[in-house]
């Protein structure tokens, strides 16, 4: 898909028959959900099983949380309370299940790419087998039961994490949106809703789920994403031509090779810039995946948790820049 789509999820809310929801527990409730969970998932007949660390919220430094959320592998919602939530994560990150988030089970997968029938595939699998430990939430004509009505059916949010840097300059965005909306989809920030499009990064997702199969739910998600891909492209065929973006780029790639002190939100513009550049040919000397793990670890909390301490916005800023200097002279 030409670089264009960074990462795919694919996320299941599940929730436990016997159980109130999450939002009608009270701590000691939302405790025994967590143990009962954590039980099954280490119980279950998988060699994943040996792969996970469990995390209590409770037990986790304001950084930590806030790296994690950083790193999509939870949400600002979950993290935002501590009673009676866990975070089960494998140890390669591409699997995560927060319990009683909004629902008892949010579980999710991540991949690179666009790999939505993978991401399924996986998420099918692991969702079977703790269904054969738990006993979940689940209607003949609702399908399974979930807090918000707008999950009911699959409880499945598929999305596509997107660049779209000539889409965005070129104010398509907002059209696409309302396009999108007719369809069943949503397009909204990196981080979900409500959250800006920081570095030109979207998300993609289905917003219906009840009356629409997994497989229908996902093509649609494909087809969608394929032709947003071809859209961007054209745009960016279109704006390398100009004299003014080269320029642009080539500027953002020498002031990340050269800063002294730079914002998140700076760099994230300018490694946008720079991807930008390298998925059109104009930079050829930088390493694509190298940029994609620069937009992780360049931010703040997970800048904290990498270096073990808790450091000022202006220590941040310098150190943000040496590793900026550091990641892309020598990639």
Request: proline residues 3%; neutral net charge; hydrophobic residues 40%.
């Amino acid at each position: 898909m030409s670089n264009i789509v960074m990462q795919t999820r694919i996320r299941l809310a599940r929730n436990l028959k016997k159980y109130p929801f999450p939002i009608r527990l009270n701590t000691a409730g939302k405790n025994e959900v967590a143990e009962e969970i954590i039980k099954a998932v280490k119980n279950c007949n998988s060699p994943l099983s040996k792969q996970l660390d469990v995390l209590y919220v409770k037990d986790l430094t304001e950084p930590q949380r806030i790296s994690l959320v950083e790193q999509h592998l939870a949400s600002p919602e979950f993290m935002s309370d501590s009673a009676g939530r866990a975070l089960i994560l494998s140890k390669d990150k591409t699997m995560s299940i927060m319990i009683n988030e909004e629902d008892h089970i949010r579980l999710q997968i991540l991949y690179k790419d666009l790999s939505l029938e993978q991401a399924y595939d996986t998420a099918d699998k692991l969702d079977t087998l703790l269904d054969e430990n738990l006993d979940f939430a689940f209607d003949e004509k609702l399908g399974y039961l979930t807090q918000c009505p707008t999950n009911l059916g699959t409880g499945m949010r598929a999305s596509v994490m997107l660049h779209l840097p000539a889409l965005k300059s070129g104010k398509a965005i907002g059209r696409i949106a309302g396009n999108l909306s007719k369809l069943g989809l949503t397009i909204r920030g990196a981080y979900g809703e409500g959250t800006e499009p920081e570095g030109a990064m979207y998300q993609l997702s289905n917003q219906v789920t009840l009356g629409i199969s997994e497989k229908a739910a996902i093509e649609n998600l494909k087809n969608i994403a394929q032709q947003l891909v071809t859209q961007e492209l054209q745009a960016e065929k279109r704006m390398c031509e100009s004299l003014e973006t080269q320029d642009k780029i080539s500027r953002s790639l020498g002031i990340l090779r050269s800063a002294k002190l730079i914002s998140c939100k700076e760099a994230l513009e300018l490694l946008s810039n720079v991807r930008f550049g390298i998925n059109s040919g104009i930079i050829e000397d930088i390493d694509l995946n190298t940029v994609d793990e620069l937009i992780t670890e360049i931010q703040p909390a997970t800048m904290m948790v990498n270096k073990n301490e808790k450091i000022s916005p202006r220590e941040r800023d310098i150190l943000r820049a040496e590793i900026l200097n550091r990641r892309l002279v020598h990639s």
